[in-house]
């Protein structure tokens, strides 16, 4: 047998790779089950940080443009029916002469260069609408009003399509994470189980009396010096029953030379068990 089949290595293949199937589902499932743990939780901070920012951005939308309602500007432009109307300032009544004849003093208050100014509003109220430019028509008002909503409706469901595609964004990556862990759990743990089935494979055969030829382990395998430390012994055993068939050859040989078997019945048994064990022999190293 040269040297080039005796190294030869089987290929792996996705069909057998549950050798250990509790070996290596439990590992695989701890470390998948642990990955989509962390990774909820990771999730669930960052949707918790995007919700809050997504809020703060849409009330930064809401108060950078306030859309005027035109049934407000245009009740603002018009006049206040509580008010009353300006009247003249009425003169003072004629002073009334008394019997002594004299005239009663009046009390004329002059007018104060003093400036009135507007007294802010307090905080909280609400702010009275501004009147409508002059120019401008209910329909006018009625378009810009529709346009600013339009405006912030669009900016808003900007803001919430972001937040959504964070979402789905993370479970993409989660599904990816776990199946992609998955995959590779059971192929680094195949590569454990593997050189473990093969060993047993082998000392199962060996056990029912086959010498079998032990090839190379394949191309990523895990517990290369364990298995090559396995090799060598079998190979040990192996050429210990070589050398076993080639002396029972040689005394077979021998004896039948010597026609040991026609000399007495003792003789031709023991040639008889040599030649069966012989037989054995050769056929375990197959």
Request: aromatic share 6%; charged share 25%.
């Amino acid at each position: 047998m040269s040297a080039k089949k005796q190294d030869k290595g089987y290929k792996r293949s996705w069909k057998n790779l549950l050798l250990n199937k509790r070996y290596q589902l439990r590992f695989t499932l701890f470390m998948v089950g642990l990955s989509a743990i962390l990774m909820a939780l990771l999730g669930w901070r960052v949707m918790t940080v995007a919700d809050r920012a997504t809020t703060v951005a849409i009330n930064n939308v809401l108060g950078e443009e306030l859309c005027k309602d035109p049934s407000a500007v245009q009740a603002a432009s018009a006049p206040d029916e509580e008010a009353a109307p300006a009247e003249a300032r009425p003169e003072p009544p004629p002073v009334a002469e008394g019997d002594s004849g004299r005239k009663k003093p009046v009390v004329t208050i002059e007018q104060s260069e003093m400036e009135i100014l507007d007294t802010p509003a307090p905080a909280g109220a609400a702010a009275k609408p501004e009147a409508a430019p002059a120019g401008e028509s209910h329909a006018e008002l009625k378009a810009k009003f529709e346009e600013c909503k339009s405006r912030q409706s669009a900016a808003i469901a900007r803001l919430e399509g972001r937040k959504r595609l964070i979402f789905w964004v993370l479970i993409a990556v989660g599904t990816m994470l776990v199946v992609g862990l998955l995959f590779y759990g059971i192929k680094m743990t195949h590569r454990v189980a593997g050189p473990l089935h093969k060993v047993s494979l082998y000392m199962g055969k060996l056990h029912d009396g086959k010498y079998d030829t032990v090839y190379n382990l394949r191309k990523g395998d895990h517990l290369v010096d364990f298995y090559a430390h396995f090799k060598a012994a079998h190979a040990g055993m192996k050429k210990w029953q070589e050398d076993d068939v080639a002396r029972l050859k040689a005394v077979i040989a021998a004896a039948e030379e010597a026609k040991l078997e026609g000399r007495s019945p003792e003789a031709a048994a023991a040639l008889a068990d040599l030649k069966a064990l012989l037989a054995k022999k050769e056929a375990s190293l197959g």
